[in-house]
């Protein structure tokens, strides 16, 4: 059995999303980042970096955790087999994609939800992740226009970049200006599995709310 601990943000669904495409057993544990849960023991214990997402994989053996999503979507590609190609230029083309993400959209996008949501305004920090992010974007709409998928076939390079994308086209109004990158995650976001991912952490959270309300 795997255990899960994420919460509802785009770094959370990632392995939310692959353990569903898998169709492998897991438990689901909700990480409340909103009230710092990610910084008590438990879980620093589990990831000591205090960032979701993160696994126990209880089959592996006792302690066996990885922490980071990029990690956790390799892990478990190995582990069943699935969604990475075993070696040659499609793995290394999967790797590429995947970790584009890890040093990219995901660091850039992130800010321009923090500084559009901080308490002090800065305007050359919001236009400069603004800019960063249109142009990362730039970069996979035209990777997109070329392939149906980002590594050739459906890998665990989409399902790291399908959230932050997905949040970058909305929070820049922009699936006009990069229409393969819009169908993509369209695409994508039908996938049975994704739709699945999606409904089980927002079910999750909403059973976590109503607790904690009767509580």
């Not at 790291?160 to 229409?179: H, I, Q």
Request: charged share 25%.
């Amino acid at each position: 059995m795997i255990e899960l601990y994420t919460w509802t943000t785009p770094n959370g669904e990632k392995p939310v999303l692959m353990l569903e495409e898998c169709g492998l057993d897991y438990d689901l544990r909700l990480v409340d980042i909103s009230t710092g849960q990610q910084k008590e023991s438990g879980f620093l214990a589990i990831n000591p970096n205090g960032r979701i997402p993160a696994i126990l994989d209880r089959d592996a053996g006792e302690g066996y955790r990885v922490f980071e999503s990029g990690a956790i979507l390799v892990h478990l590609a190995e582990k069943t087999g699935r969604f990475l190609a075993p070696g040659g230029m499609a793995r290394a083309e999967t790797f590429a994609w995947t970790f584009f993400q890890a040093g990219g959209t995901g660091p850039m996008i992130g800010q321009i939800h923090y500084f559009r949501n901080a308490d002090e305004r800065s305007d050359f920090a919001i236009k400069r992740f603004e800019r960063e992010g249109e142009r990362l974007l730039g970069v996979l709409d035209t990777r997109l226009s070329e392939v149906d998928y980002l590594a050739g076939d459906y890998s665990i390079a989409d399902m790291m970049n399908w959230s932050w994308a997905r949040s970058g086209l909305n929070d820049l109004d922009a699936r006009a200006r990069f229409p393969a990158l819009a169908a993509w995650v369209d695409r994508v976001g039908a996938r049975p599995a994704v739709v699945r991912a999606l409904e089980r952490l927002q079910e999750a959270k909403r059973l976590a709310a109503e607790k904690a309300s009767n509580a």
